[in-house]
């Protein structure tokens, strides 16, 4: 339904609609175009964005927040005075941010987003299984999986794997509401929604803590 992060786009879209703000996605013409403009992805649309704001066919541009991984990437976008203000997921990202491209640290704001609880509500039911969630998009890294699934069927515990990128809510929903507890494979999280909607079906978490990743040959720490 929604370009770029659908689950992202969908929270701001739903809180929109909640404060009665009007609102248009992905205007086409030039009569449909607001004088705020959220940039939620891509840098050829926030360059477009900084163009129409040099004609002065829109006022403000909010940029983010899944724009870029290192902000230092697109300098010459970054630094354009016609951003009003650069839009994270969350504070470690804005924090790695200010690190990655001091120029831009008085413009940063945080924009988390939420799930909807009256749809990741827990019906009753037997739990059955552990849920394995499993997220190493990305990242060259690799969970040793295979341990833990020895020990689980050692102990002749029942689990279910789900990886990133394979489900719908659907899905992700139903196994949840089977689910005793989930435990979450991932090395980096900048909001963490998969785990609100497990916690929002009143199932538990054990995660992987790690502070920091390898990225394109770069540290990105989250402390």
Sequence with gaps: KYSGHPQVLKSFVDGL???????????????DFY??????????????????????????IFAGPNLAIFPSEFKNVFSSKEIDYVITPSKWVTDYYKKDFPI???????LPSGIDLDYWMPKDGKKKFVLFYIKEHNIN???????????????????????????????????LNQSTISIFFSISESQGIALLESWAMGVPTLVYYNNEITFQNRKINSE
Aim: glycine share 2%; net charge positive; aromatic share 12%.
């Design 17 to 31: 609609k909640k404060l009665d703000v009007k609102f248009n996605v992905n205007p086409t013409e030039k009569k």
């Design 35 to 60: 004088s705020n403009v959220l940039v939620l992805s891509g840098i050829e649309q926030l360059e477009q964005a900084i163009n129409l704001k040099k004609k002065k066919i829109i006022k403000k």
């Design 104 to 110: 831009i640290k008085n413009k940063i704001k945080e």
């Design 141 to 175: 890294f690799k969970f040793n999986i295979k341990k833990y699934i020895k020990f689980f069927k050692k102990e002749k515990i029942e689990y279910k794997i789900l990886k990133y990128g394979t489900y719908n809510n659907k899905k992700y929903k139903k196994l």
